[in-house]
């Protein structure tokens, strides 16, 4: 149902014992820079397949739990860390990285999804941050909108651990849990693609907010001439 270099358990099996390390570098990139890659996915056919029997992701002879507290442990370091990276590229590239250009390039950096990202930012603010990690694309592009809004790496940071941490071990957590249900297990490919469907809504609900506002604001106007 989706590409083979975008299938998390294809890439997963093709890490090998690298799995886990191969995940964190993916995840670092897309929170960093690159949008169409599959964190969500990714993190939930972790928490499964360390949830396996027998489990496909282990750490020499630690139980099972623990084997899921370091791997998010793991992840999230590599996730905040490509949130950091982020920012720095919005700080000092985006001008840059955003201009129009006729090419895949072009429509993955495209100065709409860094002028949408931004609408999202002014509406929620600090806590666009944590929102934003459950958007494909806001997810990446949030924080090169804060490094190129000026917000202060302290300010910065703190937000960005926040969602990280909670993206990272919930989502595995999902996949730990449920990973294992049998309906789940041979449905796989469908599951996941559910999940990138669900953190698209919270984007859908916006455009469709922004679509409704102005025949608000219109109805509105039109009420106050007939007042008078």
């Not at 989706?2 to 995940?23: E, K, Y």
């Not at 982020?86 to 390039?105: A, I």
Request: proline share 5%; net charge positive.
């Amino acid at each position: 149902m989706m590409p083979s270099w975008l299938d998390p358990a294809t890439i997963i099996h093709s890490l090998g014992n690298g799995a886990l390390w191969g995940v964190a570098l993916i995840l670092f990139i897309e929170c960093a820079i690159f949008p169409v890659l599959p964190g969500d996915s990714l993190l939930f056919t972790v928490g499964m397949f360390i949830a396996m029997v027998p489990p496909s992701i282990t750490f020499g002879d630690l139980r099972t739990p623990l084997v899921y507290v370091l791997a998010c442990l793991i992840l999230s370091v590599f996730a905040v860390g490509g949130n950091v990276a982020g920012y720095y590229v919005g700080k000092y590239v985006s001008g840059w990285l955003f201009k129009p250009r006729d090419s895949w390039f072009g429509k993955i950096f495209s100065p709409k999804h860094l002028a949408d990202t931004h609408d999202f930012f002014e509406r929620y603010g600090s806590k666009a941050l944590v929102l934003g990690r459950f958007v494909p694309f806001v997810r990446t592009f949030v924080t090169m909108v804060a490094g190129a809004v000026g917000m202060s790496f302290r300010h910065f940071i703190v937000w960005t651990a926040v969602g990280g941490v909670i993206w990272v071990w919930g989502v595995t957590l999902l996949g730990y849990l449920l990973g294992n249900v049998s309906f789940i297990g041979d449905n796989i490919d469908a599951v996941l693609v559910l999940i990138v469907l669900i953190s698209v809504v919270p984007m859908v609900i916006e455009w469709w907010r922004g679509r409704r506002k102005p025949g608000v604001e219109q109805a509105g106007v039109g009420g106050i001439e007939n007042v008078r």
